[in-house]
């Protein structure tokens, strides 16, 4: 599940809220401090992680924690 673990550190990170409080289930709807800035922050660690810059459909798809995990996952697959 590190993919998970990366995702909340990711959102935790840019939006400024501690770990131990942002649910698995938090996105940008739930989560208030996920705003503009905040989803850019998110984006560019996403993409540094990955080592992948993301595509206009890749970004508009990260709405949460766990949208972002599945990212990683999907990057960490055997091609």
Do not use: Y
């Not at 996105?27 to 905040?38: C, H, M, P, R, Y």
């Not at 850019?40 to 949208?67: D, F, W």
């Amino acid at each position: 599940m590190k993919a998970m673990e990366d995702a909340r550190r990711i959102v935790a990170e840019a939006t400024r809220t501690p770990l131990d409080q942002l649910p698995e289930e938090a996105g940008i709807e739930s989560l208030a401090a996920w705003d503009s800035i905040a989803h850019i922050g998110i984006i560019l660690a996403v993409e540094e992680l990955s080592g992948k810059q993301l595509t206009p459909e890749s970004i508009v798809s990260i709405v949460s924690v766990q949208s972002i995990a599945d990212f990683l996952e999907a990057q960490n697959q055997p091609q």
